[in-house]
């Protein structure tokens, strides 16, 4: 009796998971589908019914995924009138999957332009702080992914995921909530143009200037954490213009 209870339970729980990935996927499909400007700003998605023909999924399956749409502000839903999409001012650019999205599927320059822009404006300040709220934790944490960093290419999945992570307790050292909530923009941005550099076989190493940055951060100097992480960012910009300026196109998806 309690193995056919278990078992009953085992299915429930694999059938709740199998629905939840359905809506998961329609989710992103349709999201990507939107980013990349196949479902344009003000125009209707299909009605309820056709996409769940289309699709073959359920209604419930497929209303879940328009609420995750609509949670992102990618869409409205309006009673009566459908589902449309809303203008790219409205959608929010600082959800992980919204970011990933635009990053994964060829970001036009100018969103590249808004990142590194964002970034100068947020990195050099939280390394100030960083310098002066680091704990002794933090310090444990950069050198961690510097070693990482030092053990593995820096064109490498290795390298890619400690340089992501020396960024991390970057923000997390600044001590401040809102700073942190910028996290997975910079690591989506840091991730990005390290996998183009990659595939593109750029040799600038990053880990002399986490090097230096770290031990501006370790002796509490402010301004030279502030200067080195403008220099940083700005070596990954001139790396990327570079590659435009010579006529590479922009990666795919």
Known sequence: ME??????SARRLDATRNVELLHTTVARDLGIAIVQGRHKPGELL?????AVQTLKISRPAYREAIRMLAAKNLVEIRPKSGTRVLPRRQWNLLDPDVLGWILQNGPPDTFLTALFDVRMIVEPAAAALAAQ??????L???????DIMGQHPHDSPEGQAADEAFHRVLLDAADNEVLSQLASLIGASVSYIAEFKRSRHVPRDPKPDHDALFRAI????????????????????????TLFDDGDPMPPG
């Not at 299909?46 to 056709?50: A, H, K, V």
């Not at 370790?218 to 213009?241: F, K, P, T």
């Open 46 to 50: 299909p009605s309820e019914l056709t």
């Open 218 to 241: 370790a002796a509490r100097r402010s301004e030279a954490a502030r200067s080195i992480v403008q220099n940083l960012i700005g070596h990954a910009r001139e790396d990327m213009e």
């Open 140 to 146: 444990e944490q950069m050198t961690d992914a510097l």
């Open 133 to 138: 709220r680091r704990t002794q934790t933090h």
């Open 3 to 8: 193995e056919a209870l278990e078992g009953r």
